[in-house]
């Protein structure tokens, strides 16, 4: 996958790049990134990259120049491929109003064979940026950052480590939390169960006993089976107390129904 970052702080992208997963990615040919400062495609002597809107209003909005032509001038021919549908290609501006990003979406960016991703900033980008060249905008969460360099790295990293071959184990990120259930199709370790929309179950490491806190014994038992439906539990359980929104989207087996029945159940004797 080859990556674009547009930005008015290319700084900003030299941490984010240069540790984990994101930095063998690239020394190992999965990803080729690149970072464009916005500031090269102006044309007066200050530099300017924004400007006041039409009609008045607060603050400076990005100017839609040096954007188009940072775009041109990156690779004409491929843009050309792209209208045509040719490359897997999207154009993302990042953006407090745009579609947020879950898991679904990062699993759909990690197939494409090219992002580009423009940094906006808090007061705006020119309309015509968001109509006429990018195919998607998107936002990290209901909230509003200063610009888009932050949502750009968290973006990068969520898809990068779906890309096969960048994480050292694969089926890790098909048992992560938010990981749909159509993303399994082969066969996982019989001893975990993958997530399948719900939060992540618990994790635990040795000691097997620290400082009196005690690890489940149903995790050291040998039983796999047991594990696995402790597991699918746990996460259940984790769902219904800090997500459960996830609940109501997320396709539950007859085998969770009864898990959660079992959790009510429980819950109720505790409140009496």
């Excluded at 032509?69 to 999207?90: F, H, K, M, Q």
């Excluded at 480590?161 to 066969?187: K, M, Y």
């Amino acid at each position: 996958m080859r990556v674009d970052l547009v930005t008015i702080f290319p700084e900003f992208f030299r941490g984010p790049l240069d540790f984990g997963i994101l930095r063998r990615a690239q020394q190992s040919g999965l990803v080729e990134v690149n970072v464009h400062d916005l500031r090269d495609y102006t044309h007066d002597k200050h530099r300017s990259v924004d400007d006041r809107p039409f009609g008045g209003g607060e603050g400076m909005v990005l100017k839609p120049e040096p954007i188009f032509e940072c775009l041109d001038r990156l690779d004409p021919a491929a843009r050309e491929e792209r209208i045509r549908g040719a490359v897997a290609e999207s154009v993302i501006l990042l953006s407090a109003q745009g579609q947020r990003l879950d898991q679904t979406l990062a699993q759909e960016l990690a197939k494409l064979d090219r992002m580009v991703l423009i940094c906006g900033r808090y007061e705006g980008v020119d309309e015509r940026v968001s109509e006429h060249l990018a195919d998607r905008e998107v936002s990290i969460g209901d909230y509003v950052l200063s610009g888009g360099e932050l949502g750009a790295a968290v973006i990068l990293d969520a898809v990068v480590r779906l890309i096969p071959g960048a994480v050292g184990n694969e089926a890790s990120t098909r048992q992560e939390s938010f990981t749909s259930r159509d993303e399994f199709t082969g066969p996982g370790p019989s001893s975990t169960c993958g997530s399948g929309g719900l939060l992540d179950y618990p994790h635990y490491t040795r000691p097997a006993d620290f400082r009196g806190m005690a690890v489940p014994e149903v995790l050291v038992n040998g039983n796999h089976e047991e594990i696995r439906r402790w597991r699918r539990r746990m996460a259940l359980e984790k769902t219904m107390r800090n997500r459960p929104d996830l609940i109501a989207v997320t396709g539950l087996g007859e085998e969770d129904r009864e898990l959660m029945s079992e959790i009510e159940e429980q819950r109720s004797l505790k409140r009496r």
